[in-house]
Structures are given as structure tokens and as C-alpha cells.
């Protein structure tokens, strides 16, 4: 299953409500005369014909009014943390810094469970001073309370429900609240059927739990 490619479609579907979410702390200057625009993946070569780099989510935010500096966020989701690059998100990051002549950028790494293990931060330095000092912002949505989001009138939040911490016998509740966020936040019916997918991939509900529940 390519987790990367369902949050993919996530960010890119509801822009606004993902960063809203996943990049809290940087997003809450981002209001409804900001613009947000997907840009390229596909890192340029250094080489014809050497492997590329290809970024998860590059989102750049402008303000046309310039009423703000653009800010470019970078974002990357992880399902393996142990795995977990961070001198590729480094370079990512340095690479569209470049590329956007900016040094405006935030990455964003999305965890799908916990953020155990991960490294937070990369410093490069001798021994008189640090070079480089680079972290980035962290939604480890397995380490989240399902309580404290059930309610949320953010989408993207309300469809990643399944994904945050609940007791393991609260799993039909949690479902059900992410597909009545979805019933009432999302009008288009081509979407709801889209993101009913993407909340029984995460709910992993078994054949013998019912689909429904009437939980308040």
C-alpha cells in the first residue's frame, strides 16, 4: 500500500485544511487572501540522466498583496520511522531553496503512527561551532488523542481520526465520526466516495465489526 500516495492526495485536495492541520504552528498566518500552489516534485539534475530527487508535497503559500513574504512549505510523510531520512529531507530542502530563490521554506513531516525513534534534528558542525542546524515540524498523527479531534470541523482532521491514539474497542465510534465529519464537510459526492476509501484503508475495520454506529 503506498501510504505516500494517499496523503498525497489528501494535501492536494484540501490544501488549506492541511496545513491548517499538519503545520499548525507555521499556518496560522495563512488566511483566505493567501494562495497555494502544488510545485514541481521532480528535483532539477545536477546531470542529465542521474537519479532525481522527488519530494512528497511541495506547497508554496504567497500573499498577492505581498502583505507577506511567500513561504514554501516542504512536506513528506513517513510510515517507517526507523527509515526515516533526514539528511534527505535536508537536501530536499536546501534544493528547492535554491530552486525557489528563497530560504523561506518549512518541512513538514507527517508521522502515520508514532514519531518514536525518528531523528528530530541534524547538526553539522566541528568542534568550535555548529554549520547547520536543521529540524522541522512534526505531526506524528499515531500519537495524537482522538477525543481531543472528534469534533474538529477540519476535514483533513476529521478523516485522519482513524489514525490517532483511541482504546482498541472504540475503533467503530472512531469510524463513524470520521465519515460524519466527511458526510458534512465534504459536498461533492465523487470526494466522499474518494475519502471513504481512505478512512476504511486507516480504520481497518475486520469483516465481523459493523460499518456504523450511533455514538454522540
Not at 108 to 121: D, K, M, S, Y
Request: charged share 30%; glycine share 2%; aromatic share 10%.
Amino acid at each position: 500500500m503506498s501510504h505516500d500516495q494517499n496523503f498525497k492526495n489528501l494535501i492536494l485536495d484540501y490544501l488549506r485544511e492541511a496545513l491548517t492541520f499538519f503545520a499548525a504552528a507555521e499556518a496560522a498566518e495563512i488566511d483566505e487572501r493567501a494562495r497555494i500552489t502544488p510545485v514541481r516534485q521532480e528535483q532539477l539534475q545536477t546531470r542529465l540522466g542521474e537519479r532525481f530527487r522527488e519530494l512528497d508535497v511541495p506547497l508554496l503559500v504567497e500573499w498577492p498583496d505581498r502583505r507577506r513574504e511567500a513561504l514554501l512549505f516542504v512536506i513528506e510523510e513517513e510510515t517507517d520511522t526507523r527509515r526515516f531520512p533526514i539528511h534527505r529531507l535536508a537536501h530536499y530542502c536546501l534544493d528547492l531553496a535554491e530552486l525557489m530563490d528563497t530560504d523561506r521554506v518549512v518541512p513538514v513531516v507527517i508521522f502515520l503512527r508514532r514519531a518514536t525513534g525518528a531523528p528530530q534534528r541534524l547538526r553539522l558542525g566541528g568542534d568550535q561551532d555548529t554549520y547547520l542546524d536543521f529540524h522541522y515540524l512534526s505531526c506524528a498523527l499515531g500519537e495524537l488523542d482522538y477525543e481531543h479531534y472528534r469534533h474538529s470541523d477540519n476535514l483533513v482532521v476529521r478523516l485522519n481520526l482513524p489514525n490517532m491514539q483511541y482504546p482498541a474497542q472504540r475503533k467503530v465510534e472512531v469510524y463513524a465520526q470520521a465519515v460524519r465529519g466527511l458526510t458534512a464537510l465534504e459536498p461533492d459526492p465523487e470526494k466522499k466516495l474518494k475519502y471513504l476509501d481512505f478512512i476504511d484503508i486507516y480504520a481497518a475495520l475486520d469483516d465481523n465489526q459493523p460499518l456504523w454506529t450511533e455514538s454522540p
